[in-house]
């Protein structure tokens, strides 16, 4: 083998080295941006979760109120605690959100 065509063999690998670096490089900004969308939704998520849980504790206070208006007791007060706690536990959705 020529000393030129030794030298072509070494830039074409060269090359190939640098391509697959740049598209490793770009896979891995597009994984980057994957996560960082998955974070912001996540965060979405969250945020909604919070309002959820804030609607149904007022709900829930609503409900306390009038139960305590029209049915007063003596000595064992319901609380949202005890109700919460005849609840079942594990709640699986049977759906997905979307």
């Known amino acids: 083998m020529s ?16 391509a697959d670096a740049d598209s490793a490089r770009m896979e891995a ?10 974070a912001l939704l996540l965060h979405e998520v969250k945020r909604q979760t919070d309002k959820i ?6 709900i829930g206070d ?3 109120s ?4 029209d049915h007063p007791v003596a000595s ?4 949202k605690r ?4 005849m609840q079942p536990k594990n709640v699986r959705l ?5």
């Open 53 to 58: 849980e804030a609607a149904a504790d007022a």
């Open 3 to 18: 000393q030129r065509s030794k030298m072509v063999t070494r830039m074409t690998a060269n090359a190939s080295k640098f």
């Open 76 to 79: 064992s007060r319901v609380s």
């Open 82 to 85: 005890s109700i919460l706690s």
């Open 94 to 98: 049977s759906h997905t959100l979307g």
């Open 62 to 64: 609503a409900i306390l």
């Open 66 to 69: 009038r139960l305590d208006d």
């Open 29 to 38: 900004e597009e994984l980057l941006n994957e996560i960082d969308n998955l």
